[in-house]
């Protein structure tokens, strides 16, 4: 090759490299700009760095790092190697997905496509992706396309918005960019615009889904004998099949993404619905009555007064996300140096919601594989502060019975019932070896009572304990969570932890039977020695000669330890709501799978309303638990009754269901006691927000 007269030609790679990080670190937003006009340069330049040249993957690796977040997919990935190639594909797509939105309209081709891609890459935010969007404008897009096309193609649902991924998609994204200051800045109008765009969603549990899955069911996936219908329990009404069973071939969708095909489940719609629609209707506060008394006293003891709806309006009911601090040189906020302060990235609030995406591709008839945690421990612990919605009862159910919408239905909003929501809630673990309290499924109406069976009775001990005790007189321990508190979970005793190591010891003789019949096969002479050495070897005592607890000839015992396939036939939980599939066990035998064991085998939820809101607000009592499956929450809400002190099981029980979402909001819809779990009840929006652990 001629010598090069430019100085960069002469530079080794290595070097030439970091000098084009560096410079795309000049002006990082957007697609890297300055290695067009490096590539420019001469031809030794432009083929030593070209984006298909293999050498270059490990660089564009490196630019996709300088300029987007990507801690969360090593976090969330099931791969079991992550490689420059990857970064660098996903480096390609990104930039495409920038210029796409750069200059899309809102008719544009492959718009689904590009939504999916701006919504992996805010779960996946820590910072630099969400500048990343905002700077080609996704969000004023997503904005614009909601008010133009939510109600496209009405016609086709009888005058309702559709439930499709594109709806879905927009306004998961328009949450993730909503702001405190963008609220603020929202003109009257177009708030209400919006709250009336999203409206159908927020209210219609019967028309929109509200869970991945029926709530009706506890054990999930779905056993054979709900195999035989598509809607195995669903009942028709004039708006389709209820409860909803979401189809799967109308919710799935499959990705291209750090160079694998992730297949995911389509958002719940309702659920983004709700936290726009509530986050801005507490932009204005509720209004203060003049005639209420200024706060609590002799002569007021019960109702609201003006410091109770001060105090209600000084919290969020749909917390708004915190947007992540990023400097391009300096790193994320909480950075010293090099060193990062020890704490969560921002993406991992995310992170139940991302499995829950991935998790309900296997649908419901089957056992997800590898699935990750859906609910984190002591997530529901503390103080919850929120609003209910009650609508018209009459109203209610006759949009029930009627297909078609009304034609004033955005204009007369039924309900109009605002009630607030206190709730201060303990969490209680079952630890292995302790059994979970049985659970109630569908054809018991177990909904109506959190999918619980009725118990005797149910204590909460003064030693952090509380104790269930069945109609049968079983008793089933659980163990409350506190905040920093060690767990009693011990590895000797957990079920799980003993049956992987078990798994694991399988595994590890497996491995060394198989490189001892590697070894033996490398030549005929030495594999007919070893034959020998081991037919001699078996003819004396071989715990004696070789020892079980010696793994160097790998023997087995008389539980078979070291058969090749697992004994046991069922999943295994590691963390809450997380499963080893058998179908993986076989491949990893001989590894653990990185996830740590916390025992915990059931979470259940006792609570009530402070002293000070159950003045205000009226007092309740509260139980529940959670579906390990999708980590769906229930929780039964008993009026306390003035009278006597003790629940008012006859004063109007009703249920709420949902989820935790970003770790500091329940989103669900509450629904009233009826005496079949499956007849359609009353129903209505809830949101609350963490206030305090």
Same mark, same amino acid.
């Not at 490299?17 to 697609?31: F, H, K, M, Y």
């Not at 701006?118 to 004023?140: K, S, T």
């Not at 329990?233 to 993404?257: D, F, V």
């Not at 090099?338 to 419901?364: N, Y």
């Given at each position: 090759?001629?010598?090069?007269?430019?100085?960069?030609?002469?530079?080794?790679?290595?070097?030439?490299?970091?000098?084009?990080?560096?410079?795309?670190?000049? @002006?990082?937003?957007?697609?890297?700009?300055?290695?067009?006009?490096?590539?420019?340069?001469?031809?030794?330049?432009?083929?030593?760095?070209?984006?298909?040249?293999?050498?270059?993957?490990?660089?564009?690796?490196?630019?996709?790092?300088?300029?987007?977040?990507?801690?969360?997919?090593?976090?969330?990935?099931?791969?079991?190697?992550?490689?420059?190639?990857?970064?660098?594909?996903?480096?390609?797509?990104?930039?495409?997905?920038?210029?796409?939105?750069?200059?899309?309209?809102?008719?544009?081709?492959?718009?689904?496509?590009?939504?999916?891609?701006?919504? #992996?890459?805010?779960?996946?935010?820590?910072?630099?992706?969400?500048?990343?969007?905002?700077?080609?404008?996704?969000?004023?897009?997503?904005?614009?396309?909601?008010?133009?096309?939510?109600?496209?193609?009405?016609?086709?649902?009888?005058?309702?918005?559709? @439930?499709?991924?594109?709806?879905?998609?927009?306004?998961?994204?328009?949450?993730?960019?909503?702001?405190?200051?963008?609220?603020?800045?929202?003109?009257?109008?177009?708030? =209400?615009?919006?709250?009336?765009?999203?409206?159908?969603?927020?209210?219609?549990?019967?028309?929109?889904?509200?869970?991945?899955?029926?709530?009706?069911?506890?054990?999930?996936?779905?056993?054979?004998?709900?195999?035989?219908?598509?809607?195995?329990?669903?009942?028709?009404?004039?708006?389709?099949?209820?409860?909803?069973?979401?189809?799967?071939?109308?919710?799935?969708?499959?990705?291209?993404?750090?160079?694998?095909? #992730?297949?995911?489940?389509?958002?719940?719609?309702?659920?983004?619905?709700?936290?726009?629609?509530?986050?801005?209707?507490?932009?204005?506060?509720?209004?203060?009555?003049?005639?209420?008394?200024?706060?609590?006293?002799?002569?007021?003891?019960?109702?609201?007064?003006?410091? &109770?709806?001060?105090?209600?309006?000084?919290?969020?009911?749909?917390?708004?996300?915190?947007?992540?601090?990023?400097?391009?040189?300096?790193?994320?906020? $909480?950075?010293?140096?090099?060193?990062?302060?020890?704490?969560?990235?921002?993406?991992?609030?995310?992170?139940?919601?991302?499995?829950?995406?991935?998790?309900?591709?296997?649908?419901?008839?089957?056992?997800?594989?590898?699935?990750?945690?859906?609910?984190?421990?002591?997530? #529901?612990?503390?103080?919850?502060?929120?609003?209910?919605?009650?609508?018209?009862?009459?109203?209610?159910?006759?949009?029930?019975?009627?297909?078609?919408?009304?034609?004033?239905?955005?204009?007369?909003?039924?309900?109009?019932?605002?009630?607030?929501?206190?709730?201060?809630?303990?969490?209680?673990?079952?630890?292995?070896?302790?059994?979970?309290?049985?659970?109630?499924?569908? @054809?018991?109406?177990?909904?109506?009572?959190?999918?619980?069976?009725?118990?005797?009775?149910?204590?909460?001990?003064?030693? $952090?304990?509380?104790?269930?005790?069945?109609?049968?007189?079983?008793?089933?321990?659980?163990?409350?969570?506190?905040?920093?508190?060690?767990?009693?979970?011990?590895?000797?005793?957990?079920?799980?932890?003993?049956?992987?190591?078990?798994?694991?010891?399988?595994?590890?003789?497996?491995?060394?039977?198989?490189?001892?019949?590697?070894?033996?096969?490398? @030549?005929?002479?030495?594999?007919?020695?070893?034959?020998? &050495?081991?037919?001699?070897?078996?003819?004396?005592?071989?715990?004696?000669?070789?020892?079980?607890?010696?793994?160097?000839?790998?023997?087995?015992?008389?539980?078979?330890?070291?058969?090749?396939?697992?004994?046991?036939?069922?999943?295994?939980?590691?963390?809450?709501?997380?499963?080893?599939?058998?179908?993986?066990?076989?491949?990893?035998?001989?590894? +653990?799978?990185?996830?740590?064991? +916390?025992?915990?085998?059931?979470?259940?939820?006792?609570?009530?309303?402070?002293?000070?809101? $159950?003045?205000? =607000?009226?007092?309740?009592?509260?139980? $529940?638990?959670?579906?390990?499956?999708?980590?769906?929450?229930?929780?039964?809400?008993?009026?306390?009754?003035?009278?006597?002190?003790?629940?008012?099981?006859?004063?109007?029980?009703?249920?709420?269901?949902?989820?935790?979402?970003?770790?500091?909001?329940?989103?669900?819809?509450?629904?009233?006691?009826?005496?079949?779990?499956?007849?359609?009840?009353?129903?209505?929006?809830?949101?609350?927000?963490?206030?305090?652990?």
């Amino acid at each position: 090759m001629a010598h090069q007269s430019s100085p960069l030609c002469n530079l080794p790679r290595e070097i030439l490299e970091n000098i084009t990080v560096e410079a795309v670190l000049l @002006d990082p937003i957007g697609p890297p700009k300055i290695i067009p006009a490096l590539l420019a340069t001469c031809k030794q330049i432009y083929f030593t760095l070209a984006f298909d040249n293999p050498n270059s993957q490990v660089l564009y690796g490196r630019v996709f790092k300088a300029c987007f977040d990507s801690s969360a997919f090593k976090r969330r990935s099931r791969e079991s190697e992550i490689l420059p190639v990857h970064f660098a594909e996903q480096l390609r797509k990104n930039c495409d997905t920038l210029h796409f939105f750069k200059h899309a309209t809102l008719h544009a081709p492959a718009l689904e496509e590009r939504f999916w891609e701006a919504v #992996l890459m805010m779960v996946e935010n820590d910072g630099r992706n969400q500048i990343q969007l905002e700077a080609v404008g996704v969000d004023l897009f997503v904005d614009r396309f909601i008010r133009a096309r939510l109600w496209e193609d009405r016609g086709r649902f009888r005058g309702w918005p559709a @439930d499709n991924a594109i709806n879905s998609l927009a306004l998961w994204l328009h949450w993730f960019f909503t702001t405190k200051e963008k609220l603020a800045k929202e003109i009257p109008q177009d708030r =209400w615009q919006m709250i009336g765009l999203v409206t159908p969603f927020v209210h219609l549990a019967f028309r929109y889904p509200t869970f991945y899955a029926p709530d009706i069911h506890y054990e999930l996936p779905l056993v054979h004998s709900d195999l035989s219908p598509t809607q195995p329990h669903s009942s028709r009404t004039a708006h389709g099949p209820w409860p909803i069973y979401r189809s799967p071939t109308k919710i799935h969708k499959e990705i291209p993404h750090f160079g694998h095909h #992730l297949r995911l489940t389509t958002p719940l719609t309702s659920t983004a619905a709700k936290l726009i629609y509530f986050a801005r209707r507490e932009v204005v506060p509720i209004r203060i009555p003049d005639i209420l008394p200024p706060s609590r006293s002799l002569e007021y003891p019960t109702g609201p007064t003006k410091d &109770d709806i001060h105090e209600f309006n000084a919290f969020p009911q749909a917390k708004l996300e915190e947007t992540p601090r990023w400097n391009w040189w300096e790193g994320a906020e $909480g950075e010293e140096g090099h060193t990062r302060v020890e704490r969560k990235p921002p993406s991992a609030r995310w992170d139940q919601e991302w499995e829950r995406w991935c998790m309900m591709k296997w649908g419901l008839w089957r056992q997800p594989e590898g699935k990750g945690q859906v609910y984190e421990i002591g997530m #529901l612990s503390g103080l919850w502060h929120g609003r209910m919605l009650v609508p018209s009862e009459p109203i209610y159910m006759d949009l029930v019975r009627t297909a078609n919408m009304p034609p004033a239905f955005t204009q007369t909003d039924p309900f109009v019932n605002g009630r607030p929501v206190y709730m201060r809630i303990q969490e209680h673990h079952c630890i292995s070896p302790n059994t979970p309290y049985p659970f109630a499924n569908a @054809d018991e109406h177990g909904i109506n009572n959190a999918w619980f069976p009725t118990w005797r009775s149910l204590q909460e001990g003064n030693k $952090g304990r509380l104790t269930m005790y069945s109609m049968k007189g079983a008793k089933h321990i659980y163990e409350t969570y506190v905040p920093g508190k060690k767990s009693s979970h011990s590895a000797d005793r957990c079920v799980v932890c003993i049956r992987r190591a078990e798994r694991v010891e399988r595994g590890m003789l497996r491995r060394i039977r198989q490189r001892e019949m590697e070894c033996r096969l490398k @030549d005929e002479k030495s594999r007919r020695h070893l034959e020998e &050495d081991f037919e001699e070897m078996t003819l004396e005592d071989p715990e004696d000669e070789m020892g079980c607890d010696e793994v160097e000839m790998g023997c087995e015992d008389e539980d078979g330890i070291g058969s090749p396939e697992p004994e046991d036939e069922e999943s295994e939980s590691g963390s809450y709501g997380s499963e080893v599939s058998v179908e993986s066990e076989v491949e990893s035998e001989d590894e +653990d799978d990185g996830r740590l064991c +916390d025992g915990v085998g059931d979470i259940v939820f006792t609570g009530k309303t402070d002293t000070r809101h $159950g003045e205000a =607000w009226d007092a309740f009592q509260y139980y $529940g638990r959670v579906r390990p499956y999708d980590g769906l929450i229930a929780i039964v809400r008993i009026p306390i009754s003035p009278a006597t002190g003790l629940p008012d099981l006859e004063g109007g029980r009703i249920i709420f269901r949902g989820y935790v979402h970003a770790g500091q909001t329940f989103v669900g819809t509450w629904r009233s006691w009826t005496p079949d779990g499956k007849a359609i009840p009353l129903e209505g929006p809830l949101v609350m927000s963490l206030r305090e652990r």
